[in-house]
């Protein structure tokens, strides 16, 4: 399943992974989870190879890429 979103604008182009990452980061600061940093390396730790793969790993990676994004913004 491919992610994409009813959007409006005039090019009508599908939402891709750019759009998809810049809204995970947003949500993720919004959302504030408990424990997202042992929760992704649990997973890092502890995923069986052949279970994760396809589009779980494309999420998982985006998540973790997301995470990593936050981690390393400094204050402004």
């Known amino acids: 399943m491919i992610w994409k979103s009813k959007n409006k604008n005039k090019n009508k182009k599908p939402t891709g992974a ?3 990452l810049s809204v995970l980061i947003y949500v993720i600061i919004k959302a504030k ?8 390396h649990f997973i890092r730790d502890f995923r069986s190879s052949d279970r994760l793969n396809g589009e779980d790993e494309y999420y998982y990676t985006t ?9 390393n913004l400094k204050p402004s």
């Open 33 to 40: 989870p408990f424990k997202i940093a042992s929760n992704i």
């Open 18 to 20: 750019d759009e998809f």
């Open 63 to 71: 998540f973790d890429a997301a995470f990593n994004f936050i981690k």
